[in-house]
């Protein structure tokens, strides 16, 4: 076993791939000499070469447009964008090229590429830098979208990802990037993709959460259970596609639902996600499904940011609120 | 952590020479207290705490010539991230410091730590449980929820009815509007039969006339009236009945009623039969027992309380005597003519007619022989006493007159069996023939 962070889990996942697989580069800006701008790639060019790990031009349209057709001729790139917010530009190939092949094509290509970018607040950056934007892939019909929230997952989805034919887009939660280890095994594994999971089960109440919520809503609960709920918490691990069985399932055994995400409010994935339960489970609701986000407004530059993000009392004070309702 | 960084102080600025350095490690430090003050080429300036707390380390002494960013200060003020007054990229924060302490690679691990253009990321080496695809705290399922859709669940509320005990009739069982309101009709139908029962017999066939004198049951004859009603229909009773020869007792009580009248002191049958009762129930312990319905238990009491029945002019009463196992005859004698009397002045505390184990009733006071006693609930048994008197009985071949007494005892059959009640009823029957025996115990 190692012990990895999250960021070190994704270059562990990252090497044994490319160890395994001559098809997978891996490219982006300052991605080879410098190893990324996390540090993600790191070692990758000097074990790999410049051939299968490179820098590119600060162009986002063209770093996942070559990907693309890298991926239709028979590479696997896996694409580093510096920040999720950086992804504009290249958005409209992700969207109106990436997700489309295997349609477009009735089936003759595909495009297994995986393209990875940084997201979410709580760093103290500055604009562009700090955006949670899941649901504007997880909206687009042909996209898969990932986000972990432990080194474990990372590289289990990673490996995942990488092996996926079609495109998935790799959210990584930058805020918890090296802010715990976890033991990770040594080869490669393989978490599913789709595949929600139930980090802790519990009879009053289901929360989800993902990415760097994850540990907030921990310690959330941890607070709340000592007033005597017991509370059933998932980890959604896959935006898209969401694994409605898992989340119907287990609202139906407690009866209330809460989505807490760093993503803005209206029109956020929690949105979708209460939609689910009223689909599934609205027999069973006995409070309102609640979303616990982050206002609907630009994410505010370092000196404000703590009024922007819900933390655990934040998160705790809402639960509640259901628990009682 | 507050990292005080030497920042830009005027355009353009990036150096300058510490002047005075007002902060001392372990101080404490107020926010707008002057840290230290600056000299550089364009300008002297006095830099003031952003934060209050202890200063945890000072970086510069006087005379040090200092960079746009460098880290002078260390703060604790208390926050649980490291904050900064300004934001570098590659810097030397507190964060890596500790990993440095590890023994990594230093240069590297300054690289990374805030290895980003932008932002600080949290760094900790804390290490979170392990996980693997199968792993779950797993917690029993808890039990299966009721079907009911929102409205029906506030509707269910606003009627005050248990959705949760409700069976639906809708799809899969699910609980309909009309499932709640129906419920919440049976329950306010039951609610209304029982605030009428009384006006509809007040309003029965015969009214009130000269032939009839409808009276309303009083609190009392209706605490009776139901106590009976509870006793009779859960309890099956069982009844033993027998007559004792007590002619010794008359015998003894004749000769030692004049004697205790001079000191005051009343001596009746009746406590010297609960005397005999007491002993008896402590040979036989079941007859001083009670059933829990509830748990299934029987409850079988160490310690004797003998409830009597009062003719009460408000109706039967039944107080009760504590402790008869620890009382002389005369204590008890003594204590029954108390309790009667204030039984009759209505005196009597509310823990003086509870608690009873085993209770006696004396309608021989009204000549009657045998009867059938309902049982004070819940209590195992009760003891109906006749009137004593004189019958030709058989003694040795020989009819001889003799003192008989009629004893009735009803019995809970659900734990008494016949056989223990004879065996009580024989040991009472020998105490009470034997008057030295009973005196003696």
Known sequence: ?325 | MFNVKFADIGEGIHEGVVFKMHAIEGDKIEESEVLFSVETDKVTADITSPVSGEILKVNAKEGDEIFVGDTIIVIEDGSSEILSNMQMDGEETPSNTPMKAEGVEAESEKEEGGASVVGEIEVSSELIKSSDESHCEILNASTKKILATPVARKLAKDLGVDIQKLKGSGPAGRIMKADIHAASKEMSEVAKIEKTKEPVRKASIVKSNEEVIRIPMSMIRKAISENMVKSKFTIPHTVVMDEVDVTDLVAFRDGAKEMLLEEGHKLTYLSLIIKGVTIALKKHEILNSSLDEEKQEIVIKKFVNIGIAVDAPQGLMVPVIKRTDHLSVLEIAFAIKDLSSRAQEKKLKLDEIKGSTFTVTNYGAFGASFGVPIINHPDAAVLGIGLIVKKPVVVADEIVIRHMLPLSMSFDHRIVDGADAGRFMQTLKKLLMNTNLLLLN
């Not at chain 1, 790191?42 to 057709?69: H, M, N, W």
């Not at chain 1, 940011?305 to 998160?315: G, P």
């Open chain 1, 1 to 325: 076993m190692l012990v990895l962070n999250l960021i070190e889990a994704i270059t562990d996942a990252l090497d044994v791939e490319m160890g395994l697989d001559d098809s997978i580069v891996v490219f982006g800006e300052d991605v080879g000499f410098e190893g990324g701008v996390f540090r993600a790639t790191k070692g990758l060019q000097k074990k790999y070469g410049e051939k299968r790990c490179f820098d590119t031009v600060l162009a986002e349209a063209s770093i996942i447009g070559s990907g693309i057709g890298m991926a239709i001729n028979g590479l696997k790139p896996v694409v580093e964008l510096q920040f999720s917010g950086f992804m504009f530009p290249g958005y409209n190939q992700i969207v109106t090229h990436a997700a489309r092949m295997r349609n477009r094509s009735r089936g003759a290509y595909t495009v297994p590429m995986v393209i990875r970018m940084p997201y979410g607040a709580g760093v103290r950056a500055l604009e562009h830098h700090s955006e949670s934007l899941e649901v504007l892939f997880a909206h687009i019909a042909g996209l898969k979208v990932v986000i972990p929230s432990t080194p474990y997952d990372a590289k289990g989805l990673m490996i995942a990802a990488i092996r996926d034919p079609d495109p998935v887009i790799f959210l990584e939660p930058k805020r918890i990037y090296r802010a715990f280890k976890q033991e990770v095994p040594e080869d490669d594994y393989v978490i599913p993709i789709g595949k929600a999971k139930i980090l802790k089960e519990g009879n009053d109440l289901t929360v989800v959460s993902w990415g760097a919520m994850v540990r907030d809503v921990q310690n959330a609960i941890a607070i709340i259970e000592k007033e005597g709920f017991s509370i059933e918490h998932i980890d959604l691990r896959t935006i898209s596609p969401i694994d409605r069985e898992t989340i119907i399932e287990s609202v139906k055994k407690t009866g209330r639902f809460v989505v807490v995400h760093e993503a803005a409010q209206s029109f956020g994935p929690g949105a979708e996600l209460i939609t689910i339960v009223n689909e599934g489970a609205f027999l069973y609701l006995e409070a309102p499904p609640t979303r616990i986000a982050s206002p609907d407004i630009i994410v505010p530059l370092p000196k404000g940011e703590h009024h922007y993000l819900v933390n655990k009392n934040t998160i705790k004070d809402e639960l509640e609120k259901v628990l009682k309702y």
